[in-house]
């Protein structure tokens, strides 16, 4: 695998959040490796982004839940890539999870497990090459546990602690480490929720404050900043109270 500086590989490629920030990445002239399931789906993107410029975009297979074979994976890259986006997540059914296990391990393998997976070996290379740039789409859900969304919640608060851990650990080998928080989010895994519009992230809004976090070097973002707030008021809630509540 050779060195390449201004190059991108995006994890989960295919979600609606990836997709905004390929077309980003794709317009500040990334060369851009498209990794997911659906390798047609991201076979019509890497041709609609190609049109659009000057890059070359390139399509892998990826399954977040295949662990055995993430070191292949990587290993088959023909760059290193310059920034690393790892997009892919999976809500889930809250109340399917408390009752079969099997979903509740796909809810916990998808948005954790498979994210550590592949980043320690991401990770480790950039702090070999003494750079790198890893953003990790993680959620307000991790911020406290809530009765409604729990099972994905404690996930995403385990892959935003691994990050602040790969952040403090990697930084004086000169890898960047951001966490993105967009809160809700118009998306497909969405679209059954009935979200406020005042709270809710649109892709492309996701997309633009990954390259702003990007090129400022950024550590934790909320995308909209209401939910910074929002989530440290309710971190300050006294567990008394707050096991009271429907939330």
């Not at 509740?104 to 991401?122: C, D, E, H």
């Not at 990770?123 to 969304?149: E, F």
């Not at 995403?156 to 990697?170: D, E, T, V």
Request: hydrophobic share 40%; aromatic share 10%; glycine share 10%.
């Amino acid at each position: 695998m050779t060195q390449s500086t201004k190059s991108a590989l995006l994890l989960g490629a295919g979600s609606d959040m990836a997709v905004a920030i390929a077309h980003q990445l794709a317009s500040r002239g990334y060369d851009l490796v498209l990794a997911g399931r659906d390798k047609d789906y991201l076979s019509g993107l890497a041709t609609d982004l190609s049109i659009r410029g000057t890059i070359q975009v390139s399509v892998q297979y990826f399954d977040a839940l295949d662990y055995g074979s993430h070191e292949a994976f990587y290993a088959s890259l023909a760059h290193v890539p310059e920034v690393t986006v790892c997009a892919f997540g999976y809500l889930g059914d809250q109340e399917k999870g408390l009752t079969d296990f099997k979903e509740a391990q796909r809810i916990l393998g998808t948005n954790y497990i498979g994210a550590v997976s592949i980043l320690n070996l991401i990770a480790t290379d950039y702090a070999r090459l003494k750079r790198g740039t890893i953003v990790g789409i993680s959620s307000v859900a991790g911020d406290r546990g809530r009765g409604s969304n729990f099972l994905y919640g404690s996930a995403k608060a385990g892959f935003s602690a691994y990050l602040s851990g790969l952040r403090n650990r990697f930084y004086k080998e000169g890898v960047s480490v951001i966490t993105v928080k967009p809160g809700f989010a118009a998306t497909r895994m969405t679209a059954h929720l009935h979200l406020p519009p005042a709270l809710t992230a649109s892709p492309e809004q996701v997309g633009q404050s990954v390259i702003r976090a990007i090129s400022h070097k950024k550590d934790t973002i909320y995308v909209k900043s209401v939910w910074k707030w929002l989530m440290l008021a309710i971190r300050m809630i006294p567990e008394p109270f707050f096991k009271k509540m429907s939330l």
